[in-house]
């Protein structure tokens, strides 16, 4: 078996054991599949694809000059595909129903030559690939493709997947290099990296060629007649130079849509996050396909942007994305904590963005690095995506609330790419605990995240298990058990997050080594020792950001998670902490609580005279004289509340 | 006399011994004034008004829809106004044949209507009045105001005011509130002030009420046929509601132009910093004049904006404007120090806005915070803005430097408002210095800033001259006489900045009473003391912004001063400070130092191992751990320069 998708490999992961991600699992299951069936009917997405006209088509666009439907393929297309993840765990009348009732909608919603899209064909079919830069149609591809694989994978069939590909076989007449072709790739990448996961599915080499051209057109200042693909465009459509989308900080803002340059030549990542995270991970899944091409500049722009992105453009919460407007990347070190100090976007998708790039550059290269900010994003800026009923999602994921813009979840949103985006991930997290290797008849196995789960993997017939329990990330002992391994040589890489002070492991492993970020633990311990017990020691801690981004905060973290400080745990707040000094010296308790509701438990941490208040004598200002700014010991806050 | 604006006021003050603002008008008088007039001449601007074409009206606009050339009127407008100042003081036979062409060619320049504007004679005749949002033309009017008001003043003649009169009939035929006007106002304020000036001057009602007009119809959202007065020139010119100049950063803002909505319910100061500075200063000018209106609400939209600005939206320095590309303020305290952190403006001609709303306030209410501020800015905001040797100037004037933006003084300037707005600044400049108020036959006089320098006002026949003399901003020793004040009460008021920890005064003064800022010397006291002194111990000291900046940063002020660390002083330096620490305890050491070139004297500090380098292990990004950040004492600076 050589590397598997995420969204393939998670079948070979099971959650017989309860666990933080088990018990959210089954909310997804129990809860939110069906309430967000619920919406996807209330709101005309399910029936779109009968191509009748909703009275919606009228209204004003939000975001001129985007419809507010346009998106509304993906968002069924992302249900399926969470669905049909579930399914394969365990069936439920509703959702298998809906998931048939959707598949024959979109096969009879198809046009005679394979175009398949909901406003293109209902409201403006002379509109058919005008705007690729802004209209949609191929990032709605892209999840179409992704649903049709899970929906084969689960059902065995190509009730979904015929339809697609004769779509995409559209798609590879239109775009591509040739005379006859159209020199264009859309301004939401996506497609790319379904393309991808389609060609290791159909073993297509057009799949392959048509995500490469998409790929490396991408940027082209002379691409289509000497000149930018969205110049031309926007001429044919009769745009001024001048016009101006909300999301523009200026005119034309290539970098928005990935393409103020070529991939392998951007110094610095850029843009709208979300496109820019579905882009790198297309390129990532490229290096690694395409063995007939030259890629160590490919290779070298995904180490380079990834590393400008986590170093200088990265929340210490994983998000992503520091500007509302274009919803993406600010300058190097521009990371404002909310609303008030100009920024903290941080969207949900934009996480699962990180969390897909970083798993597909650990096939490249294992870096424990890039799995720490893999399950750093999980934990804090893609769970926090939904509420803990599983019925309430975030889009944005600011680190500080102010009154006029308070951090809430949301029952949906007009546009609602992030609710079934976290819906899918739960059906295929199972897929980023680790990925496992077969060799002839040997089983290299790495562990990136710990949890309660259990690993089947077939290895020459036999069925080799490895099961890990624990109570991560609230406790830190991981208790392994390999089972049938005895005639397969098996080696297991356990990852010790970089914030680990210590950890042990038993029994004794001589000479441990620990390479990038893994404890290499080797087949000929393993054979010994198919029972051993990894312990990190979850203690809290402070973070900071980096100096440069001028945000003279700490935050209290412990293991993978970033604590919250709420107004809902701390009533006696009235401004959202701002004038809050933490003092870092002080002691932290821990009580194991659980949220009201679902009885979900989760270690609660409580600081005891921690903090006082900011007392600042602005009279002088703008020149605040040294001692003008000083923290109010007798108001000392008794207790600090971290949830 | 009751109040005369500094414009006016300014020929009462002589500058008989030298001084640190005697010496830079010295510059200006010998140097800058002819360079200008030099440059006025080599692009194009001095010839401007024979209504040739001028090959460069070809050129391609830098901003678009705004030609280059748009501004040249007020060019030169500006420069007669700073010319006719120093020719009070000095005749020079260049300066004043340059002065008589000019107003010949203005003269000739206008149209039979009145009409007077270069561009839209030349160009684009057509679009006379179609875009009052970005083309200028009242801007320009307005600087032509005050052209003829200096130009009056020195001559004594109308030559230039009789041309400007006659524009001034047309532009109030053209706008104002009855039904045969157009219900416009000019995106870029100025008009209104230079309109309140004339007032004074003329006594003509129509002055006032258009200045009035222009300043109250501002922002209202159904001025024209029910709509925004911006939205219908708009529409009428064919504009798409979706055009996009670069200067906005988001679609039709009105906060840019100060009309987003009346000045009076304005909560915030918005948009473009010298727009926003130009207008209040109207308000302020209008609020004392217009005693028929309830000034309340202007009256508290100004101390509500006034504080905003400099609580929440001043550097430092007293530059105003965070953001490059609409030149203006940003949210509350947003004032990053340079462009590798998204901002730092602090426009030159912002700086001497904020100087001509800060002397209409005192004007309004004597209160030694404003006059602080005013200060601030002329030393480290607007004289900045000319080099020593009077022939390079600022735009921008940002605190710190980076790789790609250095700070540094350029000739000229395409749109070149700021060099000749500080060549009249420096004309005009005593006007600032003090204010005046003779009642019956008593004087009361304000003493907002330091200098040697000599007031003399005609009191019922009798002229009282008030001499300070001072090394002011080096030393803190005033030395005052008042002469020929024997038969004249007379009242001083001594402004003590906020930043004066101490101050004394001798010979003794009996019970001292400061307030609001001000130390008031009774004219009993007086009259036995016509000669005193004020002593106002100058120390260095450390300031910084107020925390919620997130500016982490300590600047070293002496005075009025703010100091800078160049690189060129600290050729060592390799990153323009950016990791350098200060230490706020280490010893500050004063020399004499001078100008090398000028020879111009002034106070040089030193700090003495004050300094060492921060020192980042930024391995685990974005969650830096307690003690990531040190300092590294074993590169301790052990020579630091401030200059």
Redesign the interface.
Same mark, same amino acid.
């Given at each position: 078996m050589a590397h598997a998708h995420p969204q393939t490999a998670f079948s070979n992961t099971t959650f017989p054991k309860p666990s933080f991600i088990s018990r959210r699992r089954e909310i997804v299951y129990q809860s939110t599949l069906l309430y967000q069936l619920d919406v996807l009917k209330s709101t005309g997405r399910y029936d779109a694809f009968k191509l009748q006209w909703d009275p919606s088509y009228n209204d004003k666009p939000n975001v &001129?000059?985007v419809p507010n439907h346009l998106f509304w393929d993906s968002d069924v297309a992302k249900w399926i595909e969470g669905a049909c993840y579930f399914l394969l765990w365990k069936h439920n009348e509703t959702i298998d129903g809906a998931v048939k009732e959707l598949v024959d909608m979109i096969r009879a919603a198809q046009q005679p030559d394979g175009y398949l899209n909901i406003h293109f064909t209902v409201v403006a079919p002379e509109k058919r690939f005008v705007c690729l830069r802004d209209f949609h149609e191929l990032y709605n591809a892209g999840h179409l493709i992704e649903a049709a694989l899970a929906h084969n994978k689960h059902y065995g069939t190509d009730d979904l997947m015929e339809p697609i590909l004769k779509y995409v076989d559209l798609l590879h007449k239109t775009f591509g290099p040739g005379p006859e072709h159209r020199h264009g790739y859309p301004g939401h990448p996506e497609i790319e990296l379904a393309l991808l996961r389609l060609f290791e599915h159909t073993r297509d080499s057009r799949h392959l060629d048509l995500a490469r051209y998409f790929i490396e057109e991408r940027g082209n200042p002379t691409g289509q007649g000497g000149r930018h693909y969205f110049d031309v465009e926007a001429e044919e459509r009769g745009e001024?130079p001048?016009? !101006? !989308?909300?999301y523009? @900080? =200026?005119?034309r803002p290539y970098q928005y849509y990935q393409a103020h340059e070529p991939i392998i030549d951007q110094p610095t990542i850029e843009g709208h996050s979300v496109r820019a995270m579905y882009l790198l991970t297309a390129v990532a899944d490229l290096v690694r396909l395409d063995g007939s091409k030259d890629n160590k500049p490919k290779r070298d722009a995904l180490e380079r942007l990834w590393s400008n992105m986590? $170093?200088?453009k !990265? #929340?210490?919460t994983?998000g992503v994305g520091a500007h509302k407007?274009w919803e993406g990347f600010?300058? $190097?070190?521009?990371l404002?904590s909310g609303t008030?100090?100009?920024g903290c976007y941080a969207e949900t998708c934009a996480g699962i963005g990180v969390m897909m790039l970083a798993e597909r550059l650990l096939q490249l290269d294992l870096d424990g690095k890039v799995a $720490?900010i893999m399950e750093?994003c999980f934990y804090n800026a893609v769970m926090t995506g939904m509420s803990a009923d599983g019925k309430r999602f975030t889009y944005v994921n600011q680190l500080a609330s102010t009154d006029t813009d308070l951090s809430q979840r949301a029952e949906w949103f007009t546009c609602a790419c992030c609710p079934p985006n976290v819906t899918r991930l739960f059906g295929y997290v199972g897929g980023y605990l680790w990925t496992s290797k077969v060799d002839d008849r040997s089983l290299s196995v790495n562990v990136h995240m710990y949890s309660s789960a259990t690993l089947s993997v077939d290895v020459g017939g036999a069925t080799v298990e490895i099961e890990q329990v624990s109570n991560w990330p609230w406790e830190g002992k991981m208790e392994f058990a390999v089972r049938n391994a005895s005639d397969v040589p098996t080696t297991i890489n356990l990852r010790i997050p970089? &914030?680990a002070t210590e950890w042990t492991i038993s029994p004794d492993l001589p000479s441990p080594q620990v390479v990038k970020g893994y404890l290499m633990l080797p087949a000929d311990w393993l054979r010994d020792n198919p029972n051993f017990t990894l312990n990190i020691p979850l203690k809290s801690?402070?973070?900071? @950001?980096? @100096? #440069?981004t001028?945000? $003279?905060i700490? =935050?209290l =973290?412990r293991g993978p998670l970033?604590y919250c400080l709420e107004d809902v745990d701390n009533p006696w707040v009235n401004d959202h902490f701002?004038s809050l000094v933490l003092d870092?010296a002080a002691a932290i308790s821990e009580t194991e609580a659980s949220i009201p509701g679902t009885g979900e438990p989760y270690v609660a941490l409580t600081g005891q005279n921690c903090a006082s208040f900011?007392s600042?004598d602005?009279?002088? =200002? @703008?020149?605040?004289?040294?001692g003008?700014?000083t923290q109010e010991s007798d108001v000392k806050v008794d207790k600090l509340n971290f949830e």
């Open positions: &001129w000059p001024s001048h016009d !101006m !989308m909300v523009w @900080p =200026a005119e986590v $170093d200088k !990265m #929340y210490l994983g407007q600010g300058i $190097d070190y521009f404002p008030d100090e100009g $720490d750093l970089g &914030w801690r402070f973070v900071s @950001p980096h @100096p #440069y001028n945000q $003279d700490i =935050a =973290a970033v701002k870092p900011l600042v602005a009279s002088l =200002a @703008p020149q605040l004289p040294r003008s700014t």
